[in-house]
């Protein structure tokens, strides 16, 4: 029987969880859900794939749980036995000692919810818990030269949060999270459509359209698809057009309030950093920027450069996953950020 269990670093998103173990690399990527029965919520039916699977199929008695939002516990027993899940499934149960976990948290997380994410982890199995901010580790997923003497601007947009920070010499200098995301992108086209065409639709219909016709800057030439839902006028059947244009006034508030985080945290950068940014640019990080245009929206919004990760979803999970083999180098990230939002 081993002795030693390995490693593990795990991205703990709003909408997904991935898993990578020290030696293996990633292992496990799957949603951030649980199956339980409604009338005993220890009874756990389905977790990641599998309770995605049942999401929207599964009988009364069975309840859909999504154990993080915002980047934060918001179901602390929930929250563990996912974990709990996770890791077997990731390492297996043959060894005798428990793991090292790195997972990855927004920076605006307050001791409050760290200690809960702590003890969530070390419940579900872990030896000792380090806490990275997302901003952070997606910095070092995506090759930036995070412990030079030079600032690095990253944007991470994950789906409950963007987490905008400036990195340096191995630290976070400044940094500033918002709870805006690629749901609250979901959510506004949700809303228009229920405001404006009298259409309620449901989450996957609002992420399609998102994915196919959402846009940051309008379009030369607009595009529209058919889009089917509930007419709530009579509650039946209906079916709108609904075009690009209509997709681009929908999202207009999230995109501003992700340029108003970054606009913050550069005002409030050290000049010499500043310069750094100016000349290497901001580093998009995350699904949420894969929303159309919205690296050419911020560039025109704030005049610097904006570069998008090659594989934006797997930076973090990358990141942690580089600490995860060189674990030495997860004391150096004890530098408080300044996080004091207006």
């Known amino acids: 029987m081993?002795?030693?269990?390995?490693?593990?670093?795990?991205?703990?998103?709003?909408?997904?969880?991935?898993?990578?173990?020290?030696?293996?690399?990633?292992?496990?990527?799957?949603?951030?859900?649980?199956?339980?029965?409604?009338?005993?919520?220890?009874?756990?039916?389905?977790?990641?794939?599998?309770?995605?699977?049942?999401?929207?199929?599964?009988?009364?008695?069975l309840i859909t749980v999504s154990p993080i939002r915002s980047g934060q516990v918001a179901d602390f027993d929930m929250t563990e036995l996912m974990l709990r899940y996770f890791i077997r499934k990731a390492i297996g149960v043959s060894y005798v000692g428990k793991p090292r976990m790195i997972i990855s948290i927004p920076c605006n997380l307050d001791d409050v919810n760290r200690k809960a994410l702590t003890e969530a982890a070390r419940f579900a199995g872990a030896k000792h818990v380090f806490l990275i901010e997302k901003p952070f580790a997606s910095a070092i997923g995506t090759g930036l030269p995070v412990y030079d003497p030079i600032g690095n601007l990253v944007v991470d947009i994950g789906a409950g949060t963007t987490d905008v920070a400036v990195i340096s010499l191995g630290g976070i200098v400044i940094s500033q999270s918002i709870q805006v995301?690629?749901?609250?992108?979901?959510?506004?086209?949700t809303d228009y459509l229920r405001k404006e065409c009298s259409i309620l639709i449901g989450k996957q219909t609002a992420e399609s359209i998102k994915k196919d016709l959402a846009t940051a800057l309008p379009l030369e030439e607009s595009r529209s698809i058919l889009v089917r839902g509930i007419n709530q006028l009579n509650t039946s059947a209906g079916t709108v057009q609904f075009s690009s244009t209509q997709a681009y006034q929908a999202i207009r508030n999230p995109c501003s309030a992700i340029v108003k985080a970054i606009r913050w945290v550069l005002e409030r950068t050290p000049p010499e950093l500043s310069a750094d940014i100016m000349r290497g640019g901001i580093h998009l990080t995350g699904n949420g920027c894969r929303l159309f245009a919205l690296d050419r929206y911020i560039s025109e919004n704030l005049g610097i450069p904006v570069l998008m990760a090659r594989d934006p979803g797997d930076c973090c999970i990358l990141g942690i996953g580089y600490l995860t083999e060189n674990m030495q180098l997860v004391s150096v990230q004890d530098r408080k950020p300044n996080t004091n939002w207006k």
């Open 181 to 189: 995301g690629g749901n609250k992108f979901d959510e506004s086209i």
């Open 2 to 61: 081993p002795f030693g269990a390995p490693d593990i670093g795990i991205d703990l998103g709003t909408e997904n969880t991935s898993v990578y173990v020290r030696g293996r690399g990633i292992v496990i990527s799957e949603p951030t859900l649980v199956v339980l029965d409604r009338e005993n919520r220890r009874n756990i039916r389905a977790v990641g794939d599998e309770a995605s699977f049942l999401y929207g199929r599964s009988p009364e008695r």
